[in-house]
């Protein structure tokens, strides 16, 4: 059984920076990627963010890239996800989970355990 624990979220005015956190349970959160997803109110799910299992591949929708970043410390079994020049746009509920391998993924199929997610808001 893995939990996954969202933090950091917050509001903050468009233009400004947010870094979110997730950290996992477990002994095996090293060899499996993670993902990034977000929700927002009237909309379906879709995906944000996505690393491998060693941190050394990555993925990103094409509407935060360049503005967000996704990392990983195995020792600490935890990802982030560093959001910078935010837009009313990225408001959303945003979701940690985690892969069913250990190669990026932006499928939500491909991730079996979910966290509760960290309600993000951007003011205009």
């Known amino acids: 059984q893995v939990q996954l624990v969202e933090s950091g979220g917050g509001l903050v005015q468009a233009g400004g920076s947010l870094r979110l956190s997730c950290a996992a349970s477990?002994?095996?959160?090293?060899?499996?990627?993670m993902g990034w997803f977000r929700q927002a109110p009237g909309k379906e799910r879709e995906f944000v963010a996505a690393?491998?299992?060693?941190?050394?591949?990555?993925l990103y929708a094409d509407s935060v890239k360049g503005r967000f970043a996704i990392s990983r410390d195995n020792a600490k079994n935890t990802v982030y996800l560093q959001m910078n020049s935010l837009k009313p746009e990225d408001t959303a509920n945003y979701y940690c989970?985690?892969?069913?391998?250990?190669?990026?993924?932006?499928?939500?199929?491909?991730?079996?355990?979910w966290g509760q997610g960290t309600q993000v808001t951007v003011s205009s």
């Open positions: 477990g002994r095996t959160f090293s060899v499996y990627a």
């Open positions: 690393i491998n299992w060693s941190g050394y591949s990555t």
């Open positions: 989970a985690k892969a069913t391998t250990g190669v990026v993924a932006s499928a939500p199929f491909k991730y079996d355990y």
